[in-house]
Nanobody, 117 residues
Framework: QVQLVESGGGLVQAGDSLRLSCETS????????MGWFRRSPGKEREFVAA??????EYADSAKGRFTISRENAGYTVLLQMNSLKPEDTAVYYC????????????WGQGTQVTVSS
């Protein structure tokens, strides 16, 4: 069974950068689409960014500041976050979508990102 493990969260100041990493374990085929979501206290989980082999997409809040990428033959997904703001404070979750016409069906345990003002 595929598992996703996030790392790279932490406490930073506004304007700083962080890079989140998500490793795929229990490898079989490369997951079709990988994404990042986040949940802030008192808010619904929201989409941040996602990537396939050929395409990346971003939430409006992430455009121009965050970059999603894949490496390690697609088994690792990264989220480079620049110019962080206090409103980016959240638990960030890595997610995997196995099939082109499916949904995100595999989730990591989350990593906390806290941005102080």
């Amino acid at each position: 069974q595929v598992q996703l493990v996030e790392s790279g969260g932490g406490l930073v100041q506004a304007g700083d950068s962080l890079r989140l990493s998500c490793e795929t374990s229990g490898r079989g085929s490369v997951i079709y689409r990988m994404g990042w979501f986040r949940r802030s206290p008192g808010k619904e989980r929201e989409f941040v960014a996602a990537i396939t082999r050929t395409n990346a997409e971003y939430a409006d809040s992430a455009k121009g500041r965050f970059t999603i990428s894949r490496e390690n033959a697609g088994y690792t997904v990264l989220l480079q976050m620049n110019s962080l703001k206090p409103e980016d404070t959240a638990v960030y979750y890595c997610a995997g979508q196995s099939h082109p016409f499916g949904t995100f069906d595999t989730w990591g345990q989350g990593t906390q990102v806290t941005v102080s003002s």
